[in-house]
């Protein structure tokens, strides 16, 4: 055997159990083969729609939600019912949620191929006008569009589309500013087959655009696949999902918007959408790798649950910005029945709404968390 030989073999053989390594590190992120059991916070119930993908609120407790998602990372495709949905957002007040979801309608804004994803209220500090961004994938293409909410009718006003080459794969965004916001592109390759090898090989290749009202520029990258991205009430740090990575990076905006990594909070699950609550503590979607079946077929089975992390402020000059009190699961499901999956989980005043790619909407009174 020659050296040359040997030597390639040794190298290919250290490869490959990089790899088996990476790729079981993250099937075992994504709950592969690990069981799920049962648990709510409280009462719970259902409302029939065809997915609450991402979910934000107003202070005095209406709620919107994004439904109607087309999304496909498995290869094999989606469930042909995915591709009959219609896109809508929803409005669901907490202050009455006997109330189902109510569609909420447009002005100057043709929702026909309407895709909504990942959403975020922004509220002016000066006039009090509600903004409300949405990841848009509408006939395919990428875009955030900005409306102006009149509650008092409950219209959706558009504003503006942004649509840029880099904003290519959004996922979610957050709003910075009445036409400002960052937004994470989850993936860097569009196709399924691509997307997937970057999933488990993995290649870190998502990113965070910044969109300063005229022009759209790349922030932070080598991310192992984004997804939900976040604001502290401050305004001062950014929460990014690290979904397969398992992680919420927390960044420092400077004064350019550029982001500055400060803090990763490790939970060692793959994650979907990221909340902050009136006290600044975080609610997680918990992902499963039952997503690529449940996606391709939705009479499988897809669990998911709810984690929440406390943090305070870290008040003297630390090496990070935050202080993990806890971390909790609140809800867990093992989405064999009419719930499946996890995306997003709200909470407001006591009050929990979770939410998923493609099914029904659950409420929870949080009695016990
Ligand atoms: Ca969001
Ligand atoms: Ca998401």
């Known amino acids: 055997m020659?050296?040359?030989?040997?030597?390639?073999?040794i190298v290919f053989l250290a490869w490959l159990a990089v790899r088996v390594f990476m790729?079981?590190?993250?099937?075992?992120?994504?709950?592969?083969?690990?069981?799920?059991?049962?648990?709510?916070p409280g009462p719970c119930k259902l409302f029939h729609v065809n997915g609450s993908e991402d979910i934000d609120v107003l202070p005095n407790g209406l709620a919107i939600f994004s439904s109607g998602l087309y999304y496909s990372l498995n290869p094999a495709g989606v469930d042909p019912a995915m591709l009959e949905f219609k896109g809508i957002l929803y409005s669901f007040d907490l202050n009455d949620p006997d109330a189902k979801p109510t569609p909420l309608s447009y002005e100057n804004f043709d929702d026909s191929e309407f895709v909504p994803h990942g959403i975020d209220f922004y509220i002016d500090p000066t006039t009090e006008e509600i903004s409300l961004f949405?990841?848009?994938?509408?006939?395919?293409?990428?875009?955030?569009?900005?409306?102006?909410?009149?509650?008092?009718?409950m219209v959706l006003k558009h504003k503006?589309?942004?649509?840029?080459?880099?904003?290519?794969?959004?996922?979610?965004?957050?709003?910075?500013?009445?036409?400002?916001?960052?937004?994470?592109?989850?993936?860097?390759?569009?196709?399924?087959?691509?997307?997937?090898?970057?999933?488990f090989y993995p290649f870190k290749l998502a990113n965070v655009v910044f969109y300063n009202g005229s022009q759209a520029?790349?922030?932070?990258?080598?991310?192992?696949?984004?997804?939900?991205?976040?604001?502290?009430?401050?305004?001062?740090?950014?929460?990014?999902?690290?979904?397969?990575?398992?992680?919420?990076?927390?960044f420092e905006r400077s004064v350019e918007n550029d982001l500055i990594a400060r803090q990763r909070l490790n939970v060692g699950k793959a994650i979907d959408n990221v909340n902050v609550d009136e006290d600044g503590n975080l609610w997680l979607g918990v992902a499963n790798f039952a997503y690529l079946d449940y996606s391709k077929n939705f009479s499988k089975p897809c669990p998911g649950s709810v984690?929440?992390?406390?943090?305070?402020?870290?008040?003297?000059?630390?090496?990070?910005?935050?202080?993990?009190?806890?971390?909790?699961?609140?809800?867990s499901n093992d989405g064999k029945r009419e719930f499946k999956c996890v995306s997003t989980a709200l909470f407001h005043r006591g009050k929990l709404l979770i939410g998923n790619p493609f099914s029904n909407l659950m409420y929870c009174d949080v009695v016990a968390v």
């Open 2 to 9: 020659g050296l040359l030989f040997r030597t390639s073999l």
């Open 23 to 40: 790729i079981n590190k993250t099937l075992h992120m994504t709950g592969y083969g690990i069981p799920v059991f049962n648990h709510n």
């Open 134 to 153: 949405v990841v848009n994938h509408a006939a395919g293409n990428h875009s955030i569009e900005i409306f102006q909410f009149d509650q008092a009718n």
């Open 160 to 199: 503006q589309t942004v649509a840029d080459e880099t904003i290519h794969s959004p996922n979610d965004v957050v709003a910075v500013g009445p036409d400002s916001f960052y937004t994470a592109n989850d993936r860097y390759f569009r196709n399924e087959i691509l997307a997937f090898v970057e999933a």
């Open 217 to 250: 520029r790349s922030v932070a990258d080598g991310f192992h696949g984004t997804n939900g991205i976040q604001i502290d009430p401050s305004g001062k740090y950014v929460f990014v999902v690290s979904a397969f990575g398992g992680e919420v990076v927390i």
């Open 307 to 331: 984690l929440q992390i406390k943090l305070s402020k870290v008040v003297e000059d630390g090496k990070v910005p935050f202080k993990v009190d806890d971390i909790r699961e609140v809800f």
